[in-house]
């Protein structure tokens, strides 16, 4: 059934942009350099839409890295914002039009991801989508990142509409997760890197194929 609502929000890996093989590609060329054995495109598509704190964190417990966590994670932001991403990413297919007709219809759309804040505008230009937005919440917007509901709640809050007039789109569990923890409606787009199953799990109000298909959930 078809809902009412006034603003939609996105989030950005592996939603709007595929950035799983430049990701992957980063973390191997990282472990080479400290002469560690590379990670399966699972494991690494498992951290994708993480903070790059979190990242850092988990590649460097997991691969047993000798290196300071702070600087590790500057480095890493450093070179996906100016090599990796905007040499491997790409925005979606159905991305644009989605965005188009979503903005012709007059709904007030906005971002919220788990980016950095200094990673977040480099998407928008790079991909050149940024002026679809009204509102963007990065990571360092918000206290908690998804999938607490936070993030959701603060562009929510600069929309000046209610969560019960919104939308949370998303590709994994936490951004289900945060927006049903905010009292919006969410829908999960299967892009084939996060099972079925765990998207399920969270208990979205809908399971889309493509990001096209919301066209026709949204009255």
């Known amino acids: 059934m078809p809902v009412r609502v006034r603003a939609v929000l996105f989030d950005l890996d592996g939603t709007l942009v595929d950035t799983?093989?430049?990701?992957?590609?980063?973390?191997?060329?990282?472990?080479?350099?400290?002469?560690?054995?590379?990670?399966?495109?699972?494991?690494?598509?498992?951290?994708?839409?993480?903070?790059?704190?979190?990242?850092?964190?988990?590649?460097?417990?997991?691969a047993g890295l000798k290196t300071n966590l702070e600087e590790l994670s500057t480095m890493m932001v450093r070179e996906w914002i100016y090599t990796y991403m905007p040499k491997y990413g790409r925005l979606y297919p159905d991305a644009l039009e989605t965005l188009?007709?979503?903005?012709?219809?007059?709904?007030?759309?906005?971002?919220?991801?788990?980016?950095?804040?200094?990673?977040?505008?480099?998407?928008?230009?790079?991909?050149?989508?940024?002026?679809?937005?009204?509102?963007?919440?990065s990571a360092g917007d918000a206290e908690k990142p998804k999938p607490s509901p936070e993030p959701v709640l603060k562009a929510v809050g600069k929309l000046n509409v209610n969560p019960e007039?919104?939308?949370?789109?998303?590709?994994?569990?936490?951004?289900?997760?945060?927006?049903?923890?905010a009292g919006t409606y969410t829908v999960a787009v299967l892009r084939g890197v996060r099972p079925r199953v765990e998207l399920e799990a969270a208990k979205p109000h809908f399971i889309v194929d493509t990001l096209s298909e919301i066209l026709s959930i949204l009255m």
């Open 20 to 62: 799983f093989e430049a990701f992957h590609i980063m973390v191997n060329d990282i472990l080479r350099r400290f002469n560690k054995p590379e990670r399966s495109f699972n494991e690494n598509a498992r951290l994708v839409g993480k903070t790059s704190r979190a990242i850092a964190e988990t590649i460097t417990r997991e």
């Open 100 to 137: 188009r007709e979503l903005s012709r219809r007059s709904y007030l759309l906005g971002v919220v991801s788990n980016t950095s804040s200094e990673e977040l505008p480099n998407y928008l230009n790079t991909f050149k989508i940024g002026c679809f937005f009204k509102v963007t919440v």
């Open 165 to 181: 007039e919104t939308v949370m789109v998303g590709d994994r569990p936490e951004d289900v997760e945060s927006g049903r923890a």
